[in-house]
């Protein structure tokens, strides 16, 4: 036993482990305080259709935290691309490759400009990203006018409509499935790539990175790029859904998402993190209001409950931390 | 006959109106270690960032093996053969030494993912063979974290080594160190010319920089003030000069 706790694997993986288990308790629970929910099909796929919404961009987000820097400015991405690609969408009679064209490239674009405020102007991301929080939003409402786009007649039975959110088997969300896929394309890239090895050494320090030749700036601004692009593509999976745009779509995703990252594992002080920790961090933020029901508890124990999970979440993790130093 | 394998010619650099580097003028041989001397702020650092890359001069010249060259990277420097050992070490802490070592200059497949498997495979051989490194409690998944001063040097010299570089500068490498693990990074200058490499070696301590080196170059405040070869003279005569340009004010005097 003990040389299975001082094992390689175990040592290496203590974050990933520590998050699972978290998770396991927390679902062991649901299942024993709500057995005639969790033991049934409909709650999961309620979890499978709704998740994949933040946790893309939270699998996303994942590689700007690890860079030591922070993106508040996504919520209002996704409501900028969400309303591009609705308009052009209805514009062009539902010309898919057009409207999904413009969309992920504005969402690139405006990630362009927060890596550009945070490299060339050196703002903190923090700063500059509340900025284009406010800008984004506010190009939404002057633009829709404070009203929606309908997207139904053009999209609605169509086959990118099947491709993006259809139920496969009549069971599994297409969503679900695109999330999975992007989880481990992100995790492959996130350790394996030159990109997700560079994205580690500027967030663990950025004096020793340049030195090292790798091009700091370059790094975060296609980090900041990703999440713009990241954020467009969740939006689209959202309109999609909901076969509607609203001028506020978006905006109640920044703490779940930056919650599921941290309650991940990934290390606000950059330079650590984990795509499986941020996946089980969606899995256990993307359950905890249904489950709080389910339990039988009233929707007031929701954010305390999901304060309590946070919270405890970054102690266990600081203090692992600490024992390795 | 001496081969030329750096020159700079006339290097001035500036930080917004604050003149680091003027008017630099230093040439360094193949298989020649040339140790730069000089009192804080007198632009050591700043000058090796400019031969490495890091800083662009403001202007001036830099000739490498013969030919100009305009450093505007990192990266550059290093495929051109001119490799930094850094104060800092420039180590990540968190990460694991088959990711550091070769950090900026990974072995990777056409679509940009590591080779992690021969990564993995010649970081041990830098650990074993060019460091040698033999306590089984630093493997090649052991991170930046957990190793001493000495250690961090050795990676960095290893590195260095490894990618077999003709130019090797080390900024203040026996800084922090114990007397045993000040030994062996002297060893390693001494080494180098063997292997016919060139250093340029910063330190404070004139003991260590006058075994190691064959010309000594004294910065103060920006300026090349006095160059003087090995048997010009003697360790002794060496730390009387320093003395005496503390005492004529051309050296700014720590209070």
């Known amino acids: ?325 | 006959m001496t081969e030329e394998l750096l020159q700079l010619k006339n290097i001035y650099k500036n930080f917004g109106n604050v003149k680091v580097l003027k008017d630099v003028n230093i040439k360094i041989n193949k298989g020649e270690v040339v140790a730069l001397i000089g009192d804080n702020g007198a632009g050591k650092s700043t000058l090796i960032k400019v031969i490495t890359g890091v800083h662009r001069p403001t202007s001036g010249q830099v000739f490498f093996k013969s030919e100009e060259v305009v450093m505007k990277s990192v990266a550059q420097s290093r495929k051109m053969g001119i490799e930094a050992v850094y104060q800092e070490r420039a180590l990540c802490d968190q990460q694991e030494l088959w990711r550091n070592i070769f950090a900026g200059r990974e072995i990777t497949n056409s679509l940009g993912f590591l080779d992690i498997k021969k990564q993995r495979k010649e970081a041990e051989k830098i650990l074993r063979d060019y460091i040698g490194f033999t306590s089984k409690a630093i493997t090649v998944d052991s991170t930046v974290m957990g190793l001493s001063g000495g250690e961090k040097q050795g990676v960095a010299f290893g590195r260095s080594l490894y990618f077999d570089s003709d130019l090797i500068v080390l900024d203040e490498p026996t800084m922090g160190l114990s007397i045993q693990e000040t030994e062996k990074v002297l060893n390693f200058v001494k080494g180098l010319k063997k292997k016919n490499k060139s250093a340029i070696f910063i330190d404070h301590n004139i003991i260590h920089v006058y075994g190691a080196a064959d010309r000594f170059i004294i910065l103060d405040r920006g300026e090349v003030v006095e160059e003087f070869n090995k048997d010009e003279i003697s360790r002794e005569a060496l730390v009387q000069k320093m003395i005496q340009l503390h005492e004529s004010g051309k050296i700014k005097v720590e209070a």
Do not use: C
Request: charged share 10%; hydrophobic share 55%.
């Open chain 1, 1 to 325: 036993m003990n040389n299975f706790l001082n094992s390689y694997f175990i040592k290496t993986h203590r974050l990933e482990i520590s998050i699972t288990i978290i998770a396991v308790v927390l679902f062991l629970i649901y299942f024993l305080g709500a057995p005639h929910v969790f033991t049934r099909f409909p709650i999961y796929r309620a979890f499978m259709q709704s998740m994949p919404f933040f946790g893309i961009i939270a699998i996303s987000a994942t590689f700007v935290v690890t860079l030591g820097e922070i993106d508040l400015s996504f919520p209002s991405i996704v409501g900028i691309t969400s309303l591009t690609f609705g308009m052009v969408l209805t514009a062009t009679d539902g010309n898919f490759f057009i409207a999904f064209a413009l969309a992920t490239a504005l969402g690139m674009f405006a990630g362009l400009i927060n890596g550009l405020l945070v490299t060339k102007i050196g703002i903190p991301s923090i700063v500059a990203t509340i900025g284009t929080l406010f800008f984004w939003r506010g190009l939404v409402n002057v633009i829709s006018q404070g009203s929606g786009v309908a997207i139904v007649d053009v999209a609605d039975g169509t086959w990118h409509h099947t491709l993006f959110v259809e139920k496969l088997f009549n069971k599994i969300p297409a969503q679900f499935i695109w999330f999975i896929v992007l989880t481990g394309l992100m995790q492959w890239v996130y350790r394996y790539h030159k990109f997700g090895n560079h994205i580690h050494f500027v967030g663990d320090n950025k004096a020793s990175s340049q030195m090292m030749g790798i091009n700091v700036d370059n790094v975060k601004i296609i980090a900041f790029v990703q999440l713009g692009f990241f954020s467009a593509f969740a939006g689209i999976f959202t309109m999609y859904e909901m076969l509607y745009f609203w001028p506020t779509q978006g905006s109640g995703l920044m703490l779940t998402t930056l919650a599921a990252v941290f309650v991940g594992g990934t290390s606000v002080f950059g330079g650590k993190g984990t795509i499986f920790g941020t996946f089980i961090g969606v899995l256990i933020i993307g359950s905890l209001e249904s489950g709080i029901v389910a339990l039988g508890l009233s929707g007031f124990y929701v954010q305390f409950i999901n304060g309590l999970m946070i919270t405890s979440a970054v102690t266990i993790y600081a203090l692992i931390q600490r024992k390795k130093t």
